[in-house]
């Protein structure tokens, strides 16, 4: 066998391990519940009712307004983190590359990261101490409030994580080459303008990267909602997003019986919501960089 051969099966062996792991419990089960979707199990048998279990989800009356109810909820979920995470994450890595920190710059760097390694079930718990109207910093229930509960716990989750899109951005700011801005300064340009001028242009594409990442995240969001107000999003379902709704109908809670069918259409449609847009995102990426290259 040849060298370039054996370095090719090298790396198959490499990939084997995680290839096989992706494929197990990524792959299969998305599989599984997309083929769920088409079927209904509740009888004695399986039988394959089309897209039945679909338009039982986007046309019965309780349902259906649970469904949109939770996707409007999960839009204002992403609108948050886009508005408020990824410009904040922005701010402090230029904070943290502009030199104005100096020696302190890797200890603020640390600090400003630590949330984001934080349980949920932590972060949640001390939120709710914070923002308790009876021993709290806050006299307003914030949590107990339709138009106030959703921003809230939108709020907390941009505190937790807002330290992923700094450190990404950081480390895109540290890569501009050094003797670009040199010259920009040299030709009187100040640091507001080499900002957007030369850094933030050169650091569009990882700036885009996380606003998708930021949609998948949101999209996929659950955990925080589940440890503030466990299987009942409350109140009346105004901080109900479709990682909740999947929950409650896949797994049953709150009064709500286990639909299993119903449960995997709900996953499917999650899936191909973030798919949908992720595809478009890419394409338009791909798109631009054919232009620039011409």
Known sequence: MTRPQTARWSLILFVLPALAIYLAFA??????????????????????????????????????????????????????HLIVEVPVGLLMA???TSGLLRRSEGIYRTLLFIPAT???????????????????????????????????????????????????????????PEDIVEAARLDGAGNWRIFWGIKFPMIAPQFGL??????????????????????????????????????????GSSGQVADLDLGATVATVIFLLILVVTAVYFWLVIRRLKQVEL
């Open 27 to 80: 792959v299969l089960p998305l599989l599984a519940s997309i083929v769920m979707s088409f079927f209904d199990t509740d009888g004695p048998g399986r039988v394959f009712v089309g897209f039945a279990n679909y338009i039982y989800l986007f046309t019965h009356p309780v349902t259906s307004a649970r469904f949109w109810n939770a996707l409007v909820n999960n839009f204002e979920y992403f609108a948050i």
């Open 94 to 96: 230029a904070l943290l």
């Open 118 to 176: 934080l349980s949920v079930v932590i972060v949640g718990f001390i939120w709710r101490l914070i923002i308790n109207p009876l021993w709290g910093m806050v006299s307003f229930p914030l949590l107990g409030n339709e138009l106030t509960a959703l921003p809230t716990i939108s709020l907390m989750s941009v505190w937790q994580y807002v330290g992923i899109p700094m450190i990404f951005l950081y480390s895109a700011l540290i890569a501009v």
């Open 210 to 251: 996380i606003v998708i990442l930021t949609y998948i995240w949101t999209f996929n969001g659950f955990d925080l909602i589940f440890a503030l107000n466990g299987s009942a999003p409350g109140p009346n379902y105004s901080t109900d997003i479709l990682g909740t709704f999947f929950y409650r109908t896949f797994f």
